[in-house]
C-alpha cells in the first residue's frame, strides 16, 4: 500500500491498485470522483456557452492536450508554405476586419497542411481529414484560421474529441493503426456516436485522398460572428477553394504512393512552390442572418456536424491566397508554427458552437506543453506582425528583455505606460449579446438529426465516386474484427441510405440490414484485397 509523509496508509476504494492501470468500473475525474456524463459540457443553457467551473471538461481536455511529447497531438504530419492574402473588399460591408475588408490590403500567411492522425514519419496519402490551417500576420494582430478539407466534424462537442482521437489513432498496445483494436475502436466509436456519419462518409469517399494540397478545398467548419464598422453582426461560413480544382486520388494510387513516396503530398506541394507554380485558392464566405436563434432553413448554425448547401446560401469570394515561397527550416517554421482557433482580431467573433468553444481552449492549452511553456508566440514563426505590450512576464523559454519596472497597465511608474484601446483605436471589443439559460450537461434538440445530410451527400456522388466509396467502406470495415460492430455500421448506412448499406454489406460478404435490398459491387481491387484475392495493378 501507498504511504503518506505523515506514515498514514492510502486506502483505494478497490484496494491496491497497479498505478499503470485503469481501476474501477465507472469513468471517473483524476480525482477519483465519479463522472455522470462524459460527452456534454456545462453549459448556460442548451445552446449556450461553456462554463469554465466544468472541472470535467477542463481536465479532461487538458489531459489529453499534454499526452503528447514533443508532436503535434494531432496533426503530426503536415507540410508549410509562406504567402500573401489580397482582401477583394467585398467583405467591408460585414466586418471591419482590413484583413478582409480593406481592398488590395496584401497579409502575410503562413498556411500548414497535414494530415490527422499519423504521427510525424508517416506516409502523406493515407485516407484522413486533412487539416488546412492559415495564420494571417495582420497589423491588427494575428488570426489564425484552422480549418480542414472538410466542411463538417466528426463531433459536436469538444468534450468527446479526447475519446474520438483515442479510438482513431494507432492501437495502444502495438501502435499499428491496421491492428485488431483500431479498427475497431474507430468504427465502434463513430457507430456509437452517430454524429459523426456524415464526416465518416466524407472520409470514405474520395475526398479523403486528396490528390495534392493544392488541389483541396478548405472549410472553417464553424458559423462565426462578422461585426462591421457600424456593429452591426452576421454569421460567416469560411470555404477556400482551389485555382487548380478538388482532385482524389484512386485508392491504388494513394496505396502506391505510400509505398513509393510517403512524402508525396509533401514534396508536390515544395516543388510547384520551387518551380514558381503558386498553388491558389479563393476565400469565400456564406452569410446568414444574425438571428436570436441561429438558425437558418432548419439547420442550426452552430451544429458542426452540418452545412448549409451551396445551392441555398452560394459562397461569395472576398479574397485571394498565393502560396508563393518554401520555409527555410522545416522545425522552425512547420514544426514550431502553432495555430489557435482563439486568435481572432476585431472585426471576426466567435459563436456559441460548443466544438468552438473547447478548441479555443484546447490550443493554446496544448502550445503549453509541445512548445515548452506561455511563450510560444515569441517563437519567430508565431511571432505577430503587431506591436506586442502585453505585460507579460517570465516563464519558460522567455525571450524578451522587458524594460521598467511596472509590468501592469495603466500606471504611473513607467514612463509610456500602455493605454486601454476601445472601439475607436481598434480595440478588441465585443458586440454585446445575450445569453441566458438553465445551466445543463446537453445540446439542442436541433442537433439530432444525424443522418439527414449523410444522406444528401451520398446523394450527390457519381456513381464513380459511390464505387470508390463503397469500397472505401468495404476494404476499412474489412479490417474490424467485431462481427457486431461491423453490424451496427451497416445499421448507420442503412438509416443514411439503403443502396450504400447493402453495398457495402455484400462487399463484407455479410448480411444487409433487415429491410435493405441486397445488392452487389463489381469485382474492384479494392474488393478483392478484402477478400485475401490477389490483383493486377495494371
Ligand atoms: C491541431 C483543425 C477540432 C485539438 C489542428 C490542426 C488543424 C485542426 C488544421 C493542425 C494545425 C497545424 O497545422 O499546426 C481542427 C478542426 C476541428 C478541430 C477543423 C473541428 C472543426 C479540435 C478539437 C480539439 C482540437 C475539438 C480539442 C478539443 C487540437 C490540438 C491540435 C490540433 C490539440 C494540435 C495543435 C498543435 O500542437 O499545434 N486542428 N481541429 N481540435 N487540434 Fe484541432
Redesign the pocket.
Known amino acids: 500500500a501507498q504511504v503518506s509523509p505523515t506514515g498514514v496508509p492510502f486506502e483505494a476504494a478497490d484496494g491496491d491498485r497497479d498505478p499503470r492501470a485503469q481501476a474501477g468500473d465507472t469513468v471517473t475525474s483524476p480525482n477519483g470522483v465519479r463522472i455522470p456524463d462524459t460527452d456534454h459540457a456545462l453549459k448556460a443553457g442548451r445552446r449556450g456557452p461553456t462554463l469554465l467551473e466544468d472541472f470535467h471538461l477542463r481536465e479532461k ?1 487538458s489531459h ?2 499534454h499526452e503528447r511529447i514533443p ?6 504530419r ?1 507540410a ?1 508554405a509562406h504567402g500573401v492574402f489580397t482582401a477583394n473588399g467585398s467583405a467591408a460591408s460585414i466586418t471591419r476586419a482590413p484583413v478582409l475588408a480593406e481592398e488590395g490590403l496584401q497579409t502575410p500567411v503562413f498556411v ?3 494530415t ?1 492522425l499519423g504521427s510525424r514519419g508517416s506516409a502523406d496519402t493515407a485516407r484522413d ?5 492559415t495564420k494571417f500576420y495582420t497589423k491588427e494582430g494575428t488570426w489564425d484560421l ?3 478539407n472538410m466542411p ?2 466528426f ?1 459536436q ?6 475519446d474520438l482521437i483515442h479510438a482513431a489513432k494507432p492501437s495502444p498496445d502495438r501502435e499499428i493503426p491496421q491492428a485488431q483494436s483500431a479498427h475497431d475502436s474507430f468504427w465502434d466509436f463513430v457507430s456509437l456516436h452517430t454524429e459523426a456519419t456524415h464526416h465518416v462518409l466524407w472520409n470514405m469517399s474520395d475526398r479523403g485522398i486528396p490528390r495534392s494540397y493544392r488541389m483541396m478545398e478548405g ?4 458559423s462565426f460572428r462578422m461585426v462591421n464598422q457600424a456593429r452591426e453582426t452576421v454569421l460567416v461560413q469560411f470555404k477556400w477553394t482551389p485555382k487548380l480544382g478538388v482532385h482524389s486520388l484512386t485508392w491504388e494510387e494513394a496505396q502506391l504512393a505510400m509505398g513509393t513516396d510517403p512524402d508525396f503530398h509533401r514534396r508536390d506541394l515544395a516543388d510547384a512552390i520551387e518551380a514558381g507554380a503558386f498553388p491558389e485558392w479563393e476565400l469565400g464566405v456564406q452569410v446568414f442572418p444574425d438571428t436570436e436563434d441561429q438558425m437558418f432553413e432548419g439547420i442550426d448554425l452552430l451544429d ?1 456536424t452540418k452545412i448549409v448547401p451551396e445551392e441555398m446560401v452560394p459562397v461569395q469570394t472576398i479574397g485571394t491566397l498565393v502560396l508563393n515561397a518554401n520555409p527555410t527550416n522545416y522545425f522552425s517554421e512547420t514544426e514550431q ?3 489557435n ?1 482563439g486568435h481572432v482580431v476585431p472585426g471576426i467573433e466567435f459563436t456559441n458552437d460548443p ?2 468553444q ?2 479555443n ?3 493554446q ?3 503549453l506543453t ?2 515548452g511553456g506561455p511563450n510560444w508566440t515569441q517563437l519567430p514563426i508565431n511571432r505577430p506582425h503587431a506591436p506586442v505590450n502585453d505585460d507579460h512576464r517570465d516563464g519558460f523559454m522567455q525571450q524578451g528583455v522587458p524594460t521598467g519596472q511596472a509590468p501592469y497597465s495603466p500606471n504611473t511608474v513607467d514612463d509610456g505606460s500602455p493605454q486601454p484601446a476601445g472601439w475607436d483605436e481598434g480595440g478588441y471589443v465585443v458586440v454585446p449579446r445575450k445569453v441566458e439559460g438553465e445551466v445543463v450537461r446537453e445540446v439542442a434538440s436541433s442537433f439530432d438529426d444525424h443522418f439527414s445530410q449523410p444522406a444528401m451527400f451520398w446523394a450527390s456522388l457519381s456513381d464513380v465516386e459511390k464505387t470508390h466509396t463503397v469500397e472505401a467502406y468495404t476494404f476499412e470495415l474489412g479490417k474490424v474484427y467485431e462481427q457486431a460492430i461491423k453490424e451496427r455500421v451497416l445499421v448507420v448506412l442503412a438509416t443514411v441510405d439503403t443502396e450504400l448499406a447493402s453495398l457495402v454489406a455484400g462487399g463484407l460478404g455479410l448480411p444487409a440490414p433487415e429491410g435493405t435490398p441486397v445488392e452487389h459491387l463489381p469485382a474492384s481491387p479494392a474488393l478483392a484485397q478484402v477478400r485475401g484475392e490477389s490483383f493486377p495493378l495494371d
Request: charged share 20%; aromatic share 16%; hydrophobic share 45%.
Open positions: 481536455v489529453f492536450d508532436e503535434r497531438a494531432v496533426h503530426a503536415g508549410g500548414r497542411f497535414s490527422v481529414t486533412r487539416g488546412f490551417a484552422v480549418g480542414n463538417v466534424f463531433v462537442e469538444a468534450i468527446k474529441f479526447p472549410f472553417g467548419v464553424h458542426p508554427v502553432a495555430f482557433t466544438l468552438l473547447g478548441r481552449f484546447s490550443y492549452d496544448t502550445q509541445r512548445l
